[in-house]
């Protein structure tokens, strides 16, 4: 499983709350069992989410059948909305990975 997360919320935030999610097996990540690993955590690289084009063959090759669009990407946190979440999404799921759309709100 990996997280992709904002670049511009990225300026204000470690990515705590995606993390202690994950080791509490909260929210989002109450699913998983506790040999659940994230693999990869990674921002989109700004808009228009070109890192996400770039590394999603990337993850595929390396196993990662999930990917979790943060809270903050999805307007969880009260961030601004994504212009670009559709496309993202698009291209994740034509790579065959599952997406959960969340982490931690
Ligand atoms: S593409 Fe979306 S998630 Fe990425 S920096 Fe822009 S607003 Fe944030």
């Not at 997280?3 to 202690?20: I, L, N, Q, Y």
């Not at 943060?70 to 990975?97: A, F, V």
């Amino acid at each position: 499983m990996a997280v992709v997360r904002c670049e511009t919320v990225s300026e204000v935030c470690p990515g705590v709350g995606c993390f202690k999610a994950f080791n509490n097996r909260d929210v989002y990540f109450r699913d998983y069992n506790s040999g659940a690993e994230i693999m990869a955590f990674f921002t989109c690289g700004g808009c228009s989410g070109r890192r996400v084009y770039r590394l999603v063959k990337s993850l595929k090759k390396q196993g990662v059948d999930i990917v979790h669009l943060s809270s903050c990407m999805m307007n969880m946190d009260n961030y601004p909305e994504c212009p670009h979440i559709e496309s993202m999404k698009k291209t994740i799921k034509d790579n065959g990975i599952e997406i959960v759309e969340g982490t931690h709100h």
